[in-house]
């Protein structure tokens, strides 16, 4: 199993433009979750999914949005790239079984944004 | 609201001294404390959880809810525990981890 992955590894993008990022999971997983990570501030939720079709708020969710069409992806889009946005981007998930929640982490995003 | 403390940025010893990571939370309800790792250049991975009160890699971490703590110790660390660590805790929902700030741990030999 490949466990999770994400695409793509590294990006520069300039003020303004747009991507997605995809992450993807092979172990059945109902929930996943995207993160960003900063310096000093830790790990931070962005957005969660905890099925198909279903997605939900984390804690800084502004200027993101993500889609779970597939119960393997979990795609996080930025519509109009900001430098505040610069930071690696962690994907995980997890299944709810026996009510503990471990996460499994993806290798990470680096993003650049100037 | 639940929140996680870790009020050590970075930590540094010596090969072979004892090492503890503060970890602090608040949380209304009884709550699931995570430590997770990660190692230079490679992923963020579970150390340990409280619920399972094992030791991991010679690590420990008793959840004192009377000082809302969970404090991760090892009586002798060793130079491959330098990593970064974090401190995460899971609510009622059990669906969503707080991560805190993380510790930067340095192990010099």
């Known amino acids: 199993n490949a466990g999770v992955t994400q695409t793509p590894k590294f990006r520069v993008l300039k003020t303004g433009q747009s991507m997605t990022l995809l992450c993807a999971q092979d172990m059945n997983h109902e929930y996943m979750y995207w993160y960003r990570q900063d310096p000093g501030m830790g790990l931070r939720l962005i957005h969660y999914s905890v099925g198909e079709g279903t997605t939900a708020k984390g804690e800084v969710p502004d200027g993101y949005n993500v889609s779970r069409l597939k119960k393997q992806n979990f795609l996080l889009g930025l519509e109009s790239a900001a430098p505040s946005q610069t930071s690696v981007y962690f994907c995980?998930?997890?299944?709810?079984?026996?009510?503990?929640?471990?996460?499994?982490f993806g290798p990470g995003t680096r993003l650049t944004v100037t | 609201a639940q929140r996680v403390t870790q009020p050590e940025k970075l930590l540094s010893v010596f090969k072979g001294a004892p090492v503890e990571l503060k970890c602090n939370y608040s949380y209304s309800g009884s709550p699931e404390l995570f430590w997770y790792v990660q190692y230079s250049r490679q992923r963020l991975q579970l150390l340990l959880r409280?619920?399972s009160r094992e030791s991991i890699k010679g690590f420990t971490a008793d959840l004192n809810k009377g000082e809302t703590s969970f404090h991760l110790k090892k009586p002798f660390a060793q130079e491959e525990d330098s990593a970064m660590y974090y401190c995460?805790?899971?609510?009622?929902?059990?669906?969503?981890?707080?991560f805190g700030e993380g510790t930067q741990l340095t192990v010099n030999p």
């Open positions: 409280h619920i």
């Open positions: 995460a805790l899971s609510g009622r929902s059990g669906s969503r981890l707080t």
């Open positions: 995980a998930s997890s299944w709810p079984g026996q009510g503990i929640h471990e996460q499994y």
